[in-house]
């Protein structure tokens, strides 16, 4: 069975980092893109960031130059390191694996989703 864990998320003030990891276990996901979703209270889930089998990155302009995803196939795990957080930011922030081919921000691509992680970010 596959499963996808996040951690890393918590409470940050506005212009704080965080960290979130994404260990999936049941199938190695080296040959397929991984990504990270965000959902804000009254709004649908959106696009965050995604990186491709071979180590590409992809981003929302919203993350830009704040937000850095990475992966280590060796531990099967996506990580997704946050600086410089904004209160818009806050959001339940979900792991998806298994995108065989691009476009990589557009969810239905995902095979894989983890249950989600909390972030929220104070002013």
């Known amino acids: 069975q596959v499963q996808l864990v996040e951690s890393g998320g918590g409470l940050v003030q506005a212009g704080g980092s965080l960290g979130l990891s994404c260990a999936a276990s049941?199938?190695?996901?080296?040959?397929?893109?991984m990504g990270w979703f965000r959902q804000a209270p009254g709004k649908e889930r959106e696009f965050v960031a995604a990186?491709?089998?071979?180590?590409?990155?992809y981003y929302a302009n919203s993350v830009k130059d704040r937000f850095t995803i990475s992966r280590d196939n060796t531990k099967n795990t996506v990580y997704l390191q946050m600086n410089s957080l904004e209160t818009e930011d806050t959001a339940v922030y979900f792991c998806?694996?298994?995108?065989?081919?691009?476009?990589?921000?557009?969810?239905?691509?995902?095979?894989?989703w983890g249950q989600g992680t909390q972030v929220t970010v104070s002013s």
């Open positions: 998806a694996a298994g995108a065989l081919s691009g476009p990589y921000d557009y969810e239905r691509k995902y095979i894989y």
């Open positions: 049941g199938r190695t996901f080296r040959t397929a893109a």
């Open positions: 990186i491709s089998r071979s180590g590409n990155p």
